[in-house]
C-alpha cells in the first residue's frame, strides 16, 4: 500500500473527519512529534524543592516550641511561638513584605559564607521592651518610628539566647555559630543577596497576651547551597535519630546550669518551752549544746549535702564547704 493519499483519498478522509463517522484522538505523553511544555517563571527561580521545604520547615518547628520556652522564661510571662510558614520566594519580594520601619538582625553563620536576617514586626518588637522595661506589654499602640539604640541592645539581649536554640536544631545538618553582625531598621537598605535570588523565609507568629507579630528568619540560598544536599527528609531523620550522648549530657547541664536553689546553712539546733520563746527579748542569749568551733550542716534544697565553718566574706557572711556529706551517713 503506497504510504501516499492521492486527492480523492484526502477528501474523502475529509469529509469522514467533518460527519464524525473518524474520531480524532489527542496525542499521548510520549508519541512521537509532542512537544513537552512546562511552566518556568526566570523572576522566581525553584532552586529548593518540596523535600529541603519539608525538612526545613521540621527543623524550625521543634525550634519555635523551644523558643517559646526560653522567651516565657525570659519575659516572665506567658509567650507562644508557632510556625507560620516556610516558603521560597525572591529576596526582592521578601523586602517588599516587610513594614518599614522594622527591625531587622544581621547574622552571620560561619562556616557558611554570607548572611542571614532575623526580622521582628514593631507589632511585637515594642511590646517585649514595654515588658523588659517594668510595663505590662499590653498596650497596642504602636510608634511609628525605628527603635532607638537602647530598643535595639534590648532586643537583641532577649534573642541572643535564641541563637543557641537555633545553633542546637541545625546541628543535625552541620555545625553552624551563629551571631548578630548588626542591627538596622530599613528594609530597603539592607542588601544580603540581589533583588531576584531565591531566599527561604521561616515565619513564626508570637503572641504574648494581647500581642501579636511575626518573627521572620530570612535565608538566602547561596548562603546555604553549600549543604542543600543535606537537607533530605531522608538524611535529617537519620541525623535525628542518631545517638550523641554528648550533645545531649552538653544541653542538660546548660538547662540545668542557670535553675535556682535555696541553700541554708544551720548553726545550731536546740529546744525551748513556748514560755521562753515568749519571755525573750533582745540581748538575751540562747544556750545549745554545739561548739563554737563545731562545723555547721548545709542543705540544699532540704537536703543535706555539705559540711561547713561559718565566717564573713567581705562585708558578707558566708559559709566555707569543708567536706561534702556523703549519701546515707548522717554525720
Not at 508557632?82 to 531587622?104: A, D, G, R
Not at 522595661?133 to 541592645?153: A, K, N, V, Y
Not at 542569749?285 to 566574706?313: H, M, Q, W
Request: hydrophobic fraction near 40%; charged fraction near 25%.
Amino acid at each position: 500500500m503506497s504510504d501516499v493519499l492521492d486527492q480523492g483519498e484526502v477528501d474523502a478522509l475529509l469529509k469522514a473527519v467533518d460527519t464524525g463517522e473518524i474520531e480524532i484522538d489527542s496525542p499521548r505523553p510520549g508519541d512521537r512529534g509532542e512537544v513537552q511544555v512546562q511552566v518556568y517563571d526566570f523572576k522566581r527561580p525553584e532552586r529548593v524543592s518540596k523535600d529541603q521545604l519539608r525538612t526545613l520547615g521540621a527543623l524550625h518547628e521543634t525550634f519555635a516550641r523551644n523558643v517559646a520556652a526560653q522567651l516565657s522564661s525570659a519575659m516572665r510571662r506567658a509567650v507562644e511561638t508557632e510556625l507560620s510558614c516556610v516558603e521560597q520566594v525572591t529576596y526582592s519580594e521578601f523586602i517588599l513584605s516587610l513594614p518599614n520601619p522594622t527591625c531587622l538582625i544581621l547574622l552571620s553563620a560561619k562556616p557558611l559564607e554570607g548572611s542571614m536576617v532575623l526580622e521582628v514586626n514593631p507589632s511585637i518588637a515594642y511590646p517585649v521592651v514595654d515588658r523588659l522595661l517594668g510595663g505590662t506589654g499590653e498596650d497596642t499602640l504602636i510608634p511609628d518610628r525605628p527603635l532607638t539604640e537602647i530598643e535595639d541592645r534590648i532586643i537583641v539581649k532577649i534573642l541572643s539566647p535564641l541563637l543557641n536554640l537555633l545553633k542546637e536544631m541545625w546541628s543535625n545538618i552541620k555545625t553552624i555559630d551563629f551571631a548578630v553582625t548588626d542591627v538596622q531598621s530599613n528594609p530597603q537598605l539592607l542588601q544580603i543577596a540581589p533583588p531576584h535570588d531565591p531566599v527561604v523565609v521561616v515565619s513564626f507568629q508570637l503572641t504574648m497576651g494581647e500581642a501579636v507579630g511575626l518573627m521572620n528568619l530570612c535565608i538566602p540560598y547561596a548562603t546555604i547551597e553549600p549543604i542543600m544536599g543535606k537537607f533530605s527528609t531522608h538524611n535529617w531523620f537519620a541525623a535525628a535519630r542518631r545517638p550523641n550522648q554528648e550533645t545531649n549530657l552538653t544541653q542538660i547541664t546548660r538547662s540545668l546550669a542557670d535553675a535556682d536553689l535555696e541553700v541554708v546553712a544551720d548553726l545550731a539546733v536546740t529546744q525551748i518551752t513556748v514560755r521562753e520563746l515568749l519571755d525573750l527579748e533582745v540581748g538575751d542569749l540562747i544556750k545549745t549544746d554545739v561548739s563554737v568551733d563545731a562545723e555547721a550542716t548545709v542543705y540544699v534544697e532540704g537536703k543535706r549535702k555539705f559540711k561547713g565553718r561559718p565566717g564573713r566574706n567581705r562585708r558578707n557572711k558566708a559559709v566555707l564547704i569543708t567536706r561534702a556529706i556523703e549519701p546515707g551517713k548522717t554525720r
